[in-house]
């Protein structure tokens, strides 16, 4: 078994746009780190945008664009978030409960726009996610450390059967709740050892 090396210390955020990347995948990101970061969610920006043009060739521009950047953005949030980087990054010793659920809110805005340009209007789904996503949120953040993780994957599930018993699938996004709650209930909240090369 190899020495596991866990290194809680980052570097200095960069300046300018380097320092924007620092900001979202964690300083002292690692060319493995980054490389996941780009590729995986390139290929799933690639794979919604062929999707969309064969199953919904009507759409207008606009709304394709959405639908890649929402296939961009939460797969890359679930990689990125789930890097060692990014872990030491955003459960620094400054960050506080309130820093974590504040990124939850951030994600208000794509459930709202799930509701109105994937689901016709669809305000029963737009806030009963959004309830249950900033109440998991907290209820994952009250518990003990040691219990978080298994409290996080139960609400990630039921996240799941609610989608499916509760407010329904979407026929055109019925990736995007899971996705949704995979970055951020996941692999955003729970603390982890941030493991180095």
């Known amino acids: 078994m190899t020495d596991k090396i866990i290194d809680w210390d980052y570097p200095a955020v960069r300046r300018g746009i380097s320092g924007f990347f620092d ?15 780009l590729l995986l969610p390139g290929a799933a920006t690639l794979a919604a945008y062929l999707y969309a043009q064969t199953v919904f060739p009507d759409w207008p521009w606009w709304k394709l664009l959405l639908f890649c ?66 109440s998991a949120a907290a209820l994952v953040l009250a518990f003990p450390l040691y219990l978080q993780r298994p409290i996080a994957l139960f609400l990630f599930a039921l996240g799941l059967l609610l989608e499916i018993y509760g407010w329904g699938t979407s026929s055109e996004l019925p990736w995007f709740t899971s996705f949704l709650l995979l970055k951020l209930l996941v692999a955003h909240l729970l603390l982890e050892e941030p493991y180095r090369p």
């Open 69 to 134: 950047f929402l296939a961009f953005d939460m797969v890359g949030g679930i990689v990125t978030n789930a890097t060692s980087s990014a872990k030491r990054w955003f459960h620094r010793a400054t960050q506080t409960r309130r820093n974590h659920l504040g990124f939850i809110v951030l994600h208000l805005f794509h459930i709202a726009l799930v509701a109105i340009v994937f689901r016709d209007f669809d305000w029963v789904y737009g806030l009963a996610l959004s309830a249950f996503l900033l």
């Open 23 to 37: 900001k979202g995948a964690g300083p002292g990101a690692t060319a493995a780190e980054v490389l996941l970061q």
